[in-house]
């Protein structure tokens, strides 16, 4: 494939690594590089992963060779024996490894930077393939390289995302940038929902996935729902001056599900909520057993809204903690919505808090009735001016599933309220 005939940059990423396949780390590296490649235009096509073998990783090439006109390898550029991506590149272009000893200076220096001897094994991170380019590492021993044949352009980048990231940005994009041109700028809108399934949104909006330039794709998340805007155009303005009236129309017919874009989530929707009108917060819960909590905590700042919470599990604690009387608990359940306002109005009044939230809920996988079945949930709201109000659910899924849309939802029926 020659780059001079490609209209765009079509890209395959394979990471190197059997730890990747193992399921022993996730493989973080190709949603960077593919988020930075649609930021300047360039497209990536393919993601592939391969283990520490041989044979495996020069196949990979063939492949990958055969469909794109790019390819970016991350990882097996260490000193040692199973660190094969270098050598497997060089077996599959018929060329010879060659000692580059500017690079092995380098390699050098950085040991005797740090007062330690260098392992002999770590001469081979200084071999660069004939005819190719050695790309600065200036965070660790490993550069990277680029060769280029028959009009596909490699890239091999370290593993460590400390050392990969900056070179990506310094090295390999704006080669990309040098081969190809100017290629149309990508940016995407993510409209967050909740409350509302996406059988339902889908019907509302397929119209608008029907088209082309912009594209409406539905993403999947647990426990909310989320579309994606996305548009192509010469130069930044005009992509998001296509993104617009399609984001506009949307809101227009399900604005009252939505509660983000972007990268905002739930909490930090709430957070910024409670930050603008000046309110506090404290949380009770039962079968999410700090998740709401753990969720709020995650932001920084939180502490000037957030007064603390409860992790209510046993009934004795409801009572003499969060003041939930015996009669409600005898009477009603810990799983019910007097329960529920009872933990909200408690946790509320104890914390000194304006608004109090609350979950109680049959997590599972055992513990259901027929009258309340694992998945039975009740969301509690306390707020101003003594209003307190509860919501039922009746949800599926494993514990964990459950557990995190309980919270989620709960974190939801709060924005309502802060929003209305």
Known sequence: ?????????????????????????????????????????????????????????????????????????????????????????????????????????????????????????????????????????????????????????????????????????????????????????????????????????DAQVRDLTATSNPTVAPLAGEGEMLLRITASAANESSAWSKIAPVEAEIRRRLGGYIYGVDEENLQSAVVNRLHNSGLTLAVAESCTGGLVQSMLTQLPGVSSVYRGGVVAYHN?????????????????????????????????????????????????PSGGSDEKPVGTVYIGVAGLDGVSEAYSLHLRGSREQIQIRSAKQALWRLWQHLHS
């Open 1 to 201: 494939m020659n780059v001079s005939m490609a209209a765009a940059c079509e890209a395959e990423l394979i990471a190197v690594g059997s730890e990747i396949l193992l399921g022993q780390i996730h493989n973080r590296h190709a949603q960077y590089i593919s988020e930075e490649f649609a930021k300047h235009g360039l497209y990536v096509y393919y993601h592939t992963a391969v283990g520490d073998n041989f044979e495996r990783i020069v196949e990979s090439f063939r492949i990958a060779s055969q469909r794109a006109n790019v390819v970016i390898v991350t990882g097996g550029l260490g000193p040692t024996v199973d660190d094969l991506t270098k050598e497997a590149l060089a077996d599959y272009l018929g060329r010879n490894l060659i000692m580059d000893e500017n690079a092995l200076r380098e390699v050098e220096a950085y040991f005797a930077k740090r007062q330690r001897p260098m392992p002999e094994s770590n001469r081979k991170q200084a071999l660069c393939i004939e005819g190719g380019r050695l790309l600065a590492n200036p965070n660790g021993t490993a550069p990277g390289q680029y060769v280029e044949q028959e009009g596909i352009h490699y890239f091999l980048l370290p593993g460590p995302p400390l050392e990969m990231h900056p070179m990506l940005l310094a090295e390999v994009i704006p080669t990309l940038e040098r081969l190809f041109g100017n290629q149309k700028v990508v940016r995407s809108r993510v409209l967050h929902f909740c409350g509302i399934g996406e059988s339902d949104v």
């Open 316 to 364: 004795e604690i409801k009572n003499k903690i969060l003041h939930v009387s015996s009669q409600v608990l005898l009477q009603h359940g810990a799983v019910s919505r007097e329960t529920a306002i009872a933990m909200a109005q408690g946790v509320k009044d104890a914390l000194d808090a304006d608004w109090g939230l609350s979950v109680t809920g049959i997590a599972g």
